[in-house]
């Protein structure tokens, strides 16, 4: 089993003083990761915002969580990508996504490709970024990309390139994560078809990830399997020592739901400290997953389970 890592996801600040010392806070309370989303929203962008936070922190690593590949082509992502991690002494962790909110996409004239397309280019994205990374002459000719004799520099300090984390639901971009990723980034969620909301959340049950470690598993063979990281994104950290209570609470927001199917799940964290301690041994022993990452509201509430579990 690998040993726990706790990341925290966070993308707001109203001055650079600010943000450091979010990035330090996060550093001192003793979490691994600070990871910065990619939405065209009121947020930082991602690549300066973890490049700065890298400066204000002295072993904190630091990643996206995760890059849209539809707004950026892969031979840029990887000469960014190479910089930053030179500029951070090696602290990247390069997270890559296909894309899931339609809004988006209709705000700046893009069009929102069904998931599959969405997925394949992304494939043909991440074979164009792992060779620039590793310090290939690529050329390629994809259905999406064309890229001609193209080579990058500087590259990156990690070898052969930065940890890759794909992210995702669906079994196309988990079978991707399991052939290509270093880290596989669990989000348990399923944006419909158009965008409707609510979104699918059928895949936070039990039943869900087994379906998913399982479809990983056999995508990936029982060698590469053994060397990936398996992550889950945590929606919601709530400490109480009424489980049951807060679970069914949360119902009214996860209407598709039972409060014993939001207690099961990775993607929530409910319970007292040592509760929620006991269920992440658990779902290690029993999922493999290792990396938790959690939103900035929980960073104080989550710290003392890190305090226990980094590292172990």
Partial sequence: MKPFRFGVTVGRAGSRTEWVAKARKIEDLGYGVLTVPDHLTDLFAPLPAILSAAEATKHLRVGTNVLNNDLRHPVLVAREAATVDLLTDGRLQLGLGAGSLRSEYDQIGLNFDRGCTRVERMAEAVTIIKGLLK?????????HYRVTGHTIAPL??????????IGGNGPRLLTLAAREANIVGFSGITFRQGGAIPPDLSGWRASGVDERVRLLRDAAGAERYARLELSALVQRVVITTDRRKAAGELTSRWTELTPDEILQSPYVLIGTVDEMVEDLLARREWWGISYYVIFEPYLDVFAPVVARLAGQ
Avoid: K
Wanted: net charge positive; glycine share 10%.
């Fill in 135 to 143: 310090g290939e002459q690529v050329t390629f000719a994809g259905r």
């Fill in 156 to 165: 990156p300090v990690q070898r052969p390139h930065p940890p890759i984390l």
